[in-house]
T-cell receptor, first 114, second 111 residues
Framework: EPEVTQTPSHQVTQMGQEVILRCVPISNHLYFYWYRQILGQKVEFLVSFYNNEISEKSEIFDDQFSVERPDGSNFTLKIRSTKLEDSAMYFC????????????FGSGTQLSVL | EDQVTQSPEALRLQEGESSSLNCSYTVSGLRGLFWYRQDPGKGPEFLFTLYSAGEEKEKERLKATLTKKESFLHITAPKPEDSATYLCAVQFGGSQGNLIFGKGTKLSVKP
């Protein structure tokens, strides 16, 4: 069964450093998402991406965050200057048809900011 | 104020002991209600989508139902492998796939 793959599975960084989280969505999917889950808390929406542009973003997704689809297969989340509170599990997801459609999630990248 | 509330937070069952999980929501203009299963250290895994009140979906020992303000996930004769956190999420209005999740119900099934 096709799946969303995320790398790395764990990332440790120093506060103020830039990190890039990588995702390979399912190949025929057109809509891409990033969510995050702080330990013990809810899964929270960050951003959705379609047709090479952001279609929706949450209040969490401020100027320190950016997304990119650099080629036909990868989808990345960049955090420019990490803060302690950015420590969380980051999930990439994709769907074929967008709204009202089920999302397929990757296994996540655990980001630890020291 | 939480828009999606799940109860109970945790549920411990004996194998074979049926029960129900609840998800209530306050958003208007519901476009879909989703149930996901999440195992420790993993991403959510899709179970069901419900779109309108009265709708029901079934998969193996799980059955999801939807009313105007809440959804239930019924678990019939659970097995230890059903142990996981069950997440409810809603999509509303003009969102482009933005899901609002509840905190989840952590289910433990003992043999």
């Amino acid at each position: 069964e096709p799946e969303v793959t995320q790398t790395p599975s764990h990332q440790v960084t120093q506060m103020g450093q830039e990190v890039i989280l990588r995702c390979v969505p399912i190949s025929n999917h057109l809509y891409f998402y990033w969510y995050r889950q702080i330990l013990g808390q809810k899964v929270e929406f960050l951003v959705s991406f379609y047709n090479n542009e952001i279609s929706e973003k949450s209040e969490i997704f401020d100027d320190q965050f950016s997304v990119e689809r650099p080629d036909g297969s990868n989808f990345t989340l960049k955090i420019r200057s990490t803060k302690l509170e950015d420590s969380a599990m980051y999930f990439c997801a994709s769907s074929q048809q967008g709204s009202n459609e089920k999302l397929f999630f990757g296994s996540g990248t655990q980001l630890s900011v020291l | 104020e939480d828009q999606v509330t799940q109860s109970p937070e945790a549920l411990r069952l004996q194998e074979g002991e049926s029960s129900s999980l609840n998800c209530s929501y306050t958003v208007s203009g519901l476009r879909g209600l989703f149930w996901y299963r999440q195992d420790p250290g993993k991403g959510p895994e899709f179970l069901f989508t419900l779109y309108s009140a009265g709708e029901e979906k079934e998969k193996e020992r799980l059955k999801a139902t939807l009313t105007k303000k809440e959804s239930f996930l019924h678990i019939t004769a659970p097995k230890p492998e059903d142990s996981a956190t069950y997440l409810c999420a809603v999509q509303f209005g003009g969102s482009q796939g933005n899901l609002i999740f509840g905190k989840g119900t952590k289910l433990s099934v003992k043999p």
